[in-house]
């Protein structure tokens, strides 16, 4: 009787415990590999990462339907991540950097939005707020600079001690001419 159902449904017992075992294999290789791969696999994902976990899985789907053998999707995997160690490997070549990665951006600085900036990121001022707020400032007053930073987050930087250094490297943050909006300007 399960067996009809099964063929009702275009499939077979030999067929369902292929995509299981295949499954389950592609599944176990995804561990292994972002294991092997470090924390930094698992962290906010730049482009790569994000382009690396759509194609891990496009795979694991690929082989669970079938579609692609199970060693075919084990070799996509390893070299995905093979792939994402040379990235990272070359993430820490100056001449490389601004192709891998994007560049922070600075949004806010002493309370002046930079509205240009902000254009640039396709941000509004509520979103800045909304970042404010779960950065738990409660004076505008103390915010010294927000950074729109390579993964999308936004950080933001407060208190009353000397941020330069920690804008190097931000785009915008050099030479900046003063303030180009106010963020009570809405």
Do not use: K
């Not at 275009?10 to 299981?20: D, F, H, V």
């Not at 053998?69 to 490997?89: K, M």
């Not at 400032?137 to 330069?164: I, P, Q």
């Amino acid at each position: 009787m399960l067996t009809e159902v099964l063929q009702r449904l275009g499939s077979t017992w030999p067929a369902m415990i292929t995509a299981a075992v295949a499954m389950v294999a592609i599944y176990l290789a995804v561990i292994v590999a972002t294991r092997a791969a470090g924390p930094r696999s698992l962290a906010q994902m730049s482009a790569f990462d994000f382009v690396a976990t759509v194609a891990v899985g496009s795979i694991t789907a690929s082989v669970g339907l079938g579609s692609v053998p199970l060693a075919d999707g084990l070799v996509a995997v390893t070299t995905l991540f093979v792939a994402q160690y040379v990235t990272g490997r070359l993430r820490h070549r100056r001449t490389l950097q601004g192709v891998i990665d994007n560049t922070p951006l600075l949004l806010l600085r002493d309370g002046a939005i930079l509205e240009d900036h902000m254009r640039q990121a396709r941000m509004t001022v509520e979103d800045l707020r909304s970042h404010l707020r779960r950065s738990n400032v409660d004076d505008l007053a103390d915010v010294r600079a927000v950074v729109l930073e390579t993964t999308g987050d936004v950080s933001v930087l407060y208190g009353t001690g000397d941020v330069g250094p920690l804008l190097q490297g931000v785009r915008g943050a050099e030479g900046h001419e003063g303030p180009t909006g106010q963020l009570s300007g809405g």
